[in-house]
């Protein structure tokens, strides 16, 4: 049997929506059911999860299903553990940058649920500290991992496309406004003073997926709106949404591809999946959900033509063909995971560190400016150890 090598990990924020189902139950709690990460000399890397939060009755609530035993409410305290070697936060955005900061200056690993900070200037402040301390550190880029966005990366990696000239992205769905049916997400979204708002929710995401699937991106133009300004939150009450819940982005990537994407919690879903993506390239064009990717090559491209006093001629959704999967894709948020782990008890290369997590907050930031000034912005390059 292979040698069980713990890694304590503190999860601070393992109550909310993320932290418990992704991270917990659907990650590290799941490697341990598959009996660790197999690493060489028959070892398996072995978390051990030290639940962090605010309310020891849910904390204890959360342990006592799965077995598990370590539960603290002082961060402080479970940080100076010994045996813990990773700090994870899946807490609000709001509360990340001072946790963050903490774990770094008590030595331990860093990996975070994105957003890493709400502002550049502090999300650079912490991957500075945590290179100054030794400390590895990643960031959560979970789009990267889903099936359809891998088979998108295969695509561009087999040389599909030819040149790849523009890529659009269609994410969004309808978020009730918690009055008549409650709303399907926390509350605190939709509070600009709590770290809400659709732009530092999604712009760091389409950041790492534009930056490592294409190219990285030169400048930001973006225009948000609140489309609804009223809600009801958990318990009932109405408040006032501070925060945008819809933006239209476009981005200018450096070689010259255009990418734009519209994000909206306000638009009700005709389309395959919750988020698509089409890119389109001079020998063919792909449309990547999480899960599907249908491609249609240059040869089976077809040759309408515009006459509107005919009706439609052909089906085009059903010129496209399913690129089959070939391989199996597990949960992408434990495949990070993993990975992760392996960075830190190995050595082994990751690059989805504070750095990528700082520029996916710079883009917002920018995205959030050009929509308030009314202009493009170009994005300054972030260099390790400092903004240049
Ligand atoms: N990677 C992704 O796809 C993805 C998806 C959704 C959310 N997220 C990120 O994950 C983080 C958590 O989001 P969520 O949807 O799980 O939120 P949530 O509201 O469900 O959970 C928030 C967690 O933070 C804790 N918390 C600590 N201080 C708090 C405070 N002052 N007020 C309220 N809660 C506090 C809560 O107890 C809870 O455990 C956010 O930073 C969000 O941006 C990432």
Known sequence: MAVRVPIGVVMNGVTGRMGYRQH???SLLAIREAGGVPVADAQVLWPEP????????????????????????????????PDVQIYFDAQVTSEREKAIGQAVAAGKHVYTEKPVATTVQGAVELARAADAAG?????????????????????????FFGRILSVRGEFGYWVFEGDWQPAQRPSWNYRAEHGGGIVVDMFPHWHYVLEQMFAPVRAVTAHVT???????????????????DSAYGLFELHGGIVAQINSSWAVRVHRDELVEFQVDGTHGSAVAGLRGCRIQHRAATPKPVWNPDLPVTEAFRDQWQEVPDNDEFGNGFRAQWEMFLRHVACGEPYTWDLWAGARGVQLAELGLRSAREGRRIEIPDLVAGGAA
């Not at 959360?62 to 598990?68: F, K, V």
């Not at 590895?136 to 990366?153: A, E, I, S, Y």
């Open 24 to 26: 917990l139950v659907r």
């Open 50 to 81: 030290v639940l962090v939060g605010r309310s020891e009755a849910k904390l204890a609530q959360i342990a006592d299903r799965h077995g598990l035993t370590e539960i603290s409410t002082d961060l402080a305290t479970a940080l100076a553990r």
């Open 135 to 159: 400390v590895r550190h990643g960031v959560v880029q979970d789009k990267l991992f889903l099936p359809g966005l891998r088979k998108l990366r295969r695509l561009i990696d087999g040389g």
């Open 226 to 244: 609140t489309a609804i300004p009223r809600r009801w939150d958990e318990q009932g009450r109405a408040y006032e949404a501070t925060a945008e």
